[in-house]
């Protein structure tokens, strides 16, 4: 395994994918379709205003490098959330289809943007 780490950290997380494994291209591919059933329970007339996920620190960071359109060189900057393996990551709807403030418990990363198109601050 320590191997495995080492040629991942060489290759890049989004990339590499472990012995019997996924890798985070292949994570990001099923955060597409998440996604795609997500905006279809927007379109629903009684779709709550908030929504919850809840994730793991990989899942979390390509969902958001897809919600924001990051790059894999903004991905790859990333790292997950510290101790405690925990955290919380906000990010809120002004108006339209605009996304504001992704903020998590280690701080702000200061993107907006909507689906279609992503502002760096």
Do not use: I
């Not at 019997?20 to 998440?34: L, M």
């Amino acid at each position: 395994m320590r191997l495995q780490k080492a040629y991942r950290d060489a290759y890049g997380h989004f990339f590499y994918r472990f012995a019997q494994g996924e890798s985070g291209a292949d994570v990001y591919d099923r955060v597409g379709g998440f996604l795609e059933s997500l905006y279809r329970s927007f379109e629903a007339p009684d779709h709550p205003p908030n929504v919850l996920l809840v994730t793991h620190g990989l899942a979390m960071r390509l969902f958001c490098m897809r919600w924001f359109h990051w790059t894999v060189a903004e991905f790859e900057s990333l790292s997950n959330p510290g101790t405690p393996r925990c955290a919380c990551s906000f990010s809120e709807r002004t108006a339209g289809t605009r996304w504001t403030g992704l903020s998590t418990a280690g701080g702000t990363r200061s993107r907006t943007g909507s689906p279609d198109r992503v502002t760096h601050r």
